[in-house]
């Protein structure tokens, strides 16, 4: 089993960290029906659309 030779330096390991962060960000598509941004895989949840069919029909806010 490889065992380090050297101690990681703060730069490299606090660069490692920064950058495990930035994987997790939510991932924001645009509604081809209604253009507004919904996430990836699900129903868009102004309209109702998944795969250009319509899943769940959305009420009309007052």
Do not use: D, T
């Not at 490299?12 to 960290?17: D, K, Q, Y």
């Not at 081809?32 to 102004?46: D, F, G, L, T």
């Not at 659309?49 to 806010?61: C, D, T």
Request: charged share 25%.
């Amino acid at each position: 089993m490889g065992v380090p030779k050297r101690k990681p330096s703060k730069s490299r390991m606090r660069m490692r960290r920064a950058y495990n962060s930035v994987l997790k960000l939510p991932q924001i598509g645009v509604c081809p029906h209604c253009a507004a941004s919904y996430r990836p895989h699900r129903v868009c949840p102004s309209c109702g659309f998944y795969k250009e069919r319509q899943v769940i029909s959305i009420k009309a806010k007052a």
